[in-house]
């Protein structure tokens, strides 16, 4: 059975960090590409961050700068460094993992709230 269960999210400050972490069961995690995704109320979900079995990172142009995604495959885990948040950044962040082509497995976890207010 695949789990992925994220956390590390919470209420902070505008200004502030977080790290958020995802670990993942059930999957060879090493030859997954792992994925960040978040979803602010009533928006749709949007990809932030991702990295490759290789271990390239991309990220999305609204988070350059301010985010970085990093795994652990030792942990089979994956994780999401924030700073400098945002109220922008407020969002359900969703952990994603991928693999294979052309059709793809793919498995989600259930998310993690970020709430970023003074």
């Known amino acids: 059975q695949v789990q992925l269960v994220e956390s590390g999210g919470g209420l902070v400050q505008p200004g502030g960090s977080l790290r958020l972490s995802c670990a993942a069961s059930?999957?060879?995690?090493?030859?997954?590409?792992m994925r960040w995704f978040r979803q602010a109320p009533g928006k749709q979900r949007e990809l932030v961050a991702a990295i490759t079995s290789g271990e390239n990172a991309n990220y999305a142009d609204s988070v350059k700068g301010r985010f970085t995604i990093s795994r652990d495959n030792a942990k089979n885990t994956v994780y999401l460094q924030i700073h400098s948040l945002e109220p922008e950044d407020t969002a359900a962040y969703y952990c994603?993992?991928?693999?294979?082509?052309?059709?793809?497995?793919?498995?989600w976890g259930k998310g993690t709230l970020v709430t970023v207010s003074s």
């Open positions: 059930g999957i060879t995690f090493n030859i997954y590409t």
């Open positions: 994603n993992a991928n693999w294979g082509f052309p059709n793809p497995l793919n498995y």
